[in-house]
């Protein structure tokens, strides 16, 4: 799943309930936003039939599917998501794609516990990120794998290089005061620091820890969105819509008038709202 910025890093909590509600509202949006960066994290990690894959946060389960698909027939994705609302829709997903090896469990990956033979692999697209304590999170899904099975994770790289989501907390901050994240506290960049991540990993039992890089064009809300769409959305179901409900009506009213015009400034016909995005994609062993 995606990481929002707001007044306070989310935690678990938050995707359990309200930012899970919200993720849903707009999940095919949402879907179309990082889509590009799940494909390139796919491709890296190269599946073959008949593994048993891991997917930690998958949201709305487009990349539990598409492992479903890869590693059948013998093969399972298994989708572990906090959100009771998004697990519900991945599955009826998959249930009318005809994909019967991608299933889902709702639970917290930093607790659970899962019987039978150690899965082959795990996948995470920006769903590790939130983790309250990483170190015994991460070595929680290390117990869940084969010794020497690799995981292939994607998370943010630093806030400066992703655009996407700082330019519209910059709009946010001209008219409030929004606190700044807390370096290495849970949130979308808490793994920004590249050398924080490796500590993280080691202290939990992975090791040979692999960094490649993604770069791009975020396109707000999908290729198809145009800026008053894209806003909607934004205002809608991601985290700065939050920080803008809590203003009085002329502030929300100013806040939505130069996100429109950011947005404006930033649609390309065809392509839809752009901006610049960044994320490491990271590969460890257990």
């Known amino acids: 799943m995606g990481g929002e910025s707001a007044t306070e890093p989310l935690k678990g909590e938050d995707w359990a309930g309200d930012m899970g509600e919200r993720w849903l509202a707009n999940l095919d949006r949402f879907e179309a936003m990082i889509a590009p960066i799940g494909d390139a994290l796919l491709t890296r990690g190269a599946y073959r039939a008949g593994e048993r894959v891991i997917d930690v946060g998958p949201g709305g389960g487009a990349t539990t599917r598409a492992i479903g698909r890869t590693v059948a ?4 994705a298994l989708g ?9 829709e991945a599955a009826r997903r998959a249930e009318a794609e005809g994909i019967a090896n991608a299933r889902f469990l709702c639970a917290d990956a930093a607790e659970v516990t899962l ?10 697209r920006f769903g590790s990120m939130f983790f309250a304590d990483p170190v015994p999170a991460f070595a929680n899904l290390r117990s869940l794998l084969q010794p020497g099975a690799r995981i292939d994770i994607a998370v943010w790289g630093p806030p400066r290089e992703n655009l996407w989501m700082m330019e519209m907390m910059g ?3 001209t008219h409030v005061e929004v606190p700044r994240a807390e370096p290495r506290a849970p949130g979308p960049f ?4 590249l050398d924080y991540l ?16 993604y770069e791009g064009r975020q396109a707000i809300g999908g290729s198809d969105a145009s800026p008053a769409e894209a806003l909607e959305m934004v205002l809608s179901s991601m985290g700065v819509g939050r920080v803008v409900d809590e203003q009085d009506d002329p502030t929300r009213e100013a806040i939505r008038a130069d996100l429109m015009s950011l947005f404006e400034q930033r649609h390309v016909d065809g392509e839809g709202v752009l901006m610049a995005a960044k994320a490491w994609l990271v590969t460890a062993v257990a």
């Open 171 to 173: 709009v946010v901050r």
């Open 115 to 124: 019987g039978g033979r150690p899965y082959d692999r795990l996948f995470s």
């Open 190 to 193: 808490a793994f920004e620091d």
């Open 198 to 213: 490796r500590e993280v990993l080691t202290g939990a039992g992975f090791g040979g820890m692999d960094v490649d890089v």
């Open 80 to 88: 572990i998501d906090i959100s009771p609302d998004l697990v519900g």
């Open 73 to 76: 027939p013998e093969g399972e």
